[in-house]
């Protein structure tokens, strides 16, 4: 009995996929992405980054700062194939429009001025591209709003101060690996 419920669960899973994304390196960030796709048009995931930045006091650009966001959370990737059955399609490496909704926690960080550090919310929306190779290898291009919202307001530091209504999240050179 126990062999016909791990073949009618390996059954109901056999079309999964797992994708890995990683993107930022090229500004000195990180970021990683864990995808599970159970058809190529949902992917459930979780986010983890860690974004390097420096600012500086408004009017006296000789204060300056360096500071380091680090989030976590979940995502949500639904892209747009030529699949007409939801979950029997297995066209998960065709290159295809997608949205991706995200929703991460954490903290800022900022060197030497403690103070200033608080926790932090990001959420948003990206509309992107992805390119498949026959391999499993991809690139994503993706752009869209985003909410920064911190536990504490910082309206003198410029670049802090800019980031606590709506911004942009975009990625470029975005690479994964779907298996």
Known sequence: KRKEQFEKIRNLFKNTKVEIRTYGHLMGNEAYNLYIYF????????????????GYYKGNEKYKFKYEYEVVGPTLRIRFTNCTK?????????????????????????????HLNSGLTITGVTIDYVWFLKNGISLLFGIGPAKFNY?????????????????????????????
């Open 39 to 54: 058809s190529p048009n949902l992917g459930i995931g979780y986010n983890r980054e860690k974004i390097l930045g420096e």
């Open 86 to 114: 939801f979950l029997s399609c297995d066209k998960y490496f065709e290159d295809s429009w997608g949205l991706t909704f995200f929703s991460f926690t954490g903290d800022r960080t900022v060197d030497r001025l403690s």
């Open 151 to 179: 536990k504490k307001e910082l309206n003198n530091w410029e670049e802090l101060s800019s980031r606590t209504s709506y911004g942009w999240s975009w990625g470029l050179l975005n690479m994964g690996y779907m298996f």
